[in-house]
């Protein structure tokens, strides 16, 4: 079976503490400090397999930290040789869990400009593998060394492969690839309303700037809310999903990689489109009720499927 190849530049050394109560301008313990490989790219990798779908990933990774990471994605089952090597250490982002106001607080580092020999040889190695994958799911927004154009060889060469595209992108760099036709672009509304410079505030504003990204390209588009309700566009019509309720709201980082993952996950194993909707929802949901980002409970994942709801919608 071909690999699923997850490119997204800027993996992270993903530390995680918890907190009682996390006060500002105060000495705080943590209670519990847990560390994993994250970044979205390698969130949405690590859901892949434990969904039992081999993954491949693609990135930059240096130092003391991107050996950690490695050893990480190796403990997971990721295939992380296609990482790029660079001298630059990979970047550590922080999770601050504060369990007496229910708030989940991200610390982010930018990602180092892995300089221009790291950048030649992942353009090389990414567009080859690309090119013999099973589906590219390309995640996140571009660090500043990156352009605008940068994910578009990619999906470019992907096309001409004939393997299907799955980008959780926005802004110019999600717009400037719909011309290639990817399969499905997903986005939160937030996300939707920076890539459209406009607010969307209803359903009828959400569905109506979807096709708007279906007239620039995309073939599907995904739009989600969080717990609220998430919305399918195609050219054969919209749908409403309604996500399925939650026991408890532990950590929501990594939630829309987990949905992207159900996502290629289904669709690499043959599901239509509403059902690979369906599974992506209940990936993002069972992540919440997870410490580790991307850390799926496949039985939970099973058990929300089924309380996932869908209606066709006419706006």
Known sequence: ??????????????????????????????????????????????????????????????????????????????????????????????????????????????????????????????????????????????????????????????????????IDSHRQALVNVLAERPLLAKLNVRELETTLGEQLASEQQIVRGMREMLARGARHVFVTQGGKAAYLVTSRGAWRFTPPEIKQRVNPIGSGDSATAGIAHALVTGKPMTRAVALGLACGSANVESLTPADLDVKRVAELVRKVAQVRIVH
């Open 1 to 166: 079976m071909k690999s699923v190849l997850c490119l997204g530049l800027t993996p992270t050394l993903q530390r995680t503490l918890v907190f009682d109560r996390l006060e500002m301008d105060e000495v705080n313990r943590a209670r519990q400090v847990v560390e994993s490989a994250g970044g979205k790219a390698l969130n949405a990798a690590r859901a892949l397999v434990a969904l039992g779908t081999p993954t491949q990933v693609a990135g930059f990774n240096g130092g003391d930290t991107g050996r950690r990471v490695t050893a990480y994605l190796s403990a997971y089952g990721v295939d992380a040789r296609t990482l790029t090597t660079t001298k630059a250490p990979t970047r550590i982002c922080t999770t601050l869990i504060d369990r007496a106001g229910g708030t989940v607080t991200e610390l982010v580092e930018e990602a180092p400009a892995p300089g221009v020999a790291a950048l030649r040889r992942f353009m090389r190695d990414t567009l080859r593998r690309t090119a013999e994958a099973a589906m590219l799911v390309i995640c996140g927004t571009l660090p500043p060394y990156a352009d605008d154009t940068f994910y578009v060889p990619f999906v470019r060469a992907a096309t001409e492969a004939g393997v299907p595209v799955v």
